[in-house]
């Protein structure tokens, strides 16, 4: 079996080289404590002494050349990533932007620049820019300026009633296409909407505090809300109260009904923990304006009402530690 020849780097050499050329030992000495061959240090002891003089000479045309190519090139590589990080900051500003206002920015007469990288650049598909849209067929506009009189007459129909009526008076018209041509107008029926935020008479109403208030500590405010878990079978109703500041979970319980009970003891859990708020702000849902649950809290500190707590409420149980997953895992034993 041949015996694998040696590999030696530039810097082995270039350091035997040295020691060799400045004569303190000899080159079998040195050759024995590298474990090479005496011939081999005597060649890079010749190689060192011819190539030092290039150390201290001027770098050839070549040289320069080759230095100031890196240079560019590392210049280049830094601009196309620089621009690269400014393309996609602007796609990410872009995508807040409508198609009309980015067609707006097309420059069909650019120098440089085609309409087709334009729209790329802007993402906005070519068939959106080429597109016009057409103008409606005189008999459309015939039949829009007479449910525009109807409409100034009657504000109360809705495409149902307007559908009617066109078609007493001799319109071949379907529901479909007045309703197309009324939403194209603009137009909607003027009619009292459902009360589905009626709150009962017997429920106080107490001022909503939290409009101009900066919230910066914690248990400064807190909030609660109602929503539901499914879980094998149904569902079950879960209540949580959180502090607006921090949007942590501070209490929660579970109940298989809607009432008032459950939402208080998450309420005294709570307070049992953390102490005293200075503002609690539910919603305006029943059992929370209800007498078993206002009352509690009328000795404590000052309360206010909100219509906008669910979201909230929705955003803190998906990034709080007190998380679905853990209430979930604590249903058998509550139930």
């Known amino acids: 079996m041949s015996k694998k020849r040696r590999a030696?780097?530039?810097?082995?050499?270039?350091?035997?080289?040295?020691?060799?050329?400045?004569?303190?030992?000899?080159?079998?000495?040195?050759?024995?404590?590298?474990?090479?061959?005496?011939?081999?240090?005597?060649?890079?002891?010749?190689?060192?002494?011819?190539?030092?003089?290039?150390?201290?000479?001027?770098?050839?045309?070549?040289?320069?050349?080759?230095?100031?190519?890196?240079?560019?090139?590392?210049?280049?590589?830094?601009?196309?990533?620089?621009?690269?990080?400014?393309?996609?900051?602007?796609?990410k500003k872009l995508a807040h932007v409508g198609s009309k206002e980015r067609r707006s920015m097309i420059e069909t007469e650019h120098p440089k620049l085609s309409v087709a990288r334009e729209c790329e650049l802007l993402e906005l598909p070519r068939s959106i820019y080429y597109h016009h849209p057409k103008p409606p067929k005189s008999p459309n506009l015939a039949l829009m300026k007479q449910i525009d009189e109807i409409y100034l007459e009657s504000p109360f129909f809705g495409s149902r009633q307007m559908t009617r009526w066109l078609q007493r008076e001799g319109y071949v018209v379907n529901r479909k296409r007045?309703?197309?041509?009324?939403?194209?107008m603009g137009l909607?029926?003027?009619?009292?909407?459902?009360?589905?935020?009626?709150?009962a008479a017997s429920h106080?109403?107490?001022?909503y505090l939290l409009r101009t208030l900066k919230v910066e500590r914690s248990n400064q405010v807190w909030g609660t809300d109602i929503t539901y878990i499914p879980v094998c079978g149904g569902f079950v109703y879960l209540c949580a109260v959180i502090d607006w500041h921090s949007r942590m979970v501070l209490a929660w319980a579970l109940s298989n009904t809607l009432?008032?009970?459950?939402?208080v003891r998450a309420v005294q859990r709570a307070m049992a923990?953390?102490?005293?708020?200075?503002?609690?702000?539910?919603?305006?849902?029943?059992?929370f304006t209800s007498a078993e649950f206002t009352q509690p809290l009328l000795g404590r500190r000052r309360a206010t009402v909100d219509g906008r707590q669910r979201t909230v409420l929705g955003q803190c149980l998906g990034r709080t530690p007190v998380a679905q997953?853990?209430?979930?895992g604590s249903l058998s034993e509550t139930l």
Not at 80 to 89: A, F, K, P, S
Not at 259 to 263: E, G, R, V, Y
């Open 8 to 91: 030696f780097s530039a810097e082995f050499k270039a350091k035997v080289g040295l020691e060799a050329l400045k004569g303190i030992e000899p080159i079998h000495v040195i050759a024995q404590r590298h474990e090479v061959h005496p011939v081999q240090v005597s060649q890079w002891k010749k190689g060192v002494s011819e190539r030092l003089p290039e150390v201290f000479a001027k770098p050839s045309a070549q040289v320069r050349d080759e230095i100031e190519r890196n240079r560019k090139e590392k210049e280049l590589y830094a601009r196309i990533g620089q621009l690269q990080m400014e393309l996609e900051w602007l796609k």
């Open 178 to 184: 007045v309703r197309r041509l009324m939403r194209l």
């Open 188 to 199: 909607t029926a003027i009619n009292q909407k459902p009360s589905l935020s009626k709150t």
């Open 204 to 207: 106080q109403i107490y001022p």
């Open 259 to 263: 009432d008032a009970s459950f939402c």
């Open 273 to 287: 923990i953390y102490g005293k708020p200075e503002i609690f702000n539910p919603d305006q849902g029943c059992q």
């Open 325 to 328: 997953g853990q209430i979930r």
